[in-house]
């Protein structure tokens, strides 16, 4: 069982990191609340991943002012 759970979270990663990359600001923030389902809240790359959804809608807000 960990072995699957290991490789969803390994395949979620993946994903997120290939939406940071393309500023998917809605599908990261899907993926990251899939990963909290499967992840101690202190997990530390979801904290980062959660910093980089907030700014990518900081940089939307002041690109559209």
Same mark, same amino acid.
Request: aromatic share 4%; charged share 25%.
């Given at each position: 069982?960990?072995n699957? $759970?290991?490789?969803?979270? =390994?395949?979620?990663?993946?994903?997120?990191?290939?939406?940071?990359?393309?500023? #998917?600001? &809605? =599908?990261? $923030? *899907?993926?990251?609340? $899939?990963?909290?389902k499967?992840? *101690? &809240?202190? #997990?530390?790359?979801? @904290?980062?991943?959660?910093? @980089? /959804? =907030? %700014?990518? %809608? /900081?940089?939307?807000?002041?690109?559209?002012?």
């Open positions: 069982m960990k699957l $759970e290991n490789k969803t979270y =390994a395949i979620m990663l993946d994903r997120a990191m290939s939406y940071v990359q393309a500023k #998917n600001g &809605p =599908a990261l $923030e *899907h993926t990251i609340s $899939e990963l909290q499967i992840v *101690h &809240p202190s #997990n530390t790359i979801l @904290k980062v991943l959660q910093v @980089k /959804l =907030a %700014e990518m %809608e /900081l940089e939307d807000t002041y690109d559209k002012s």
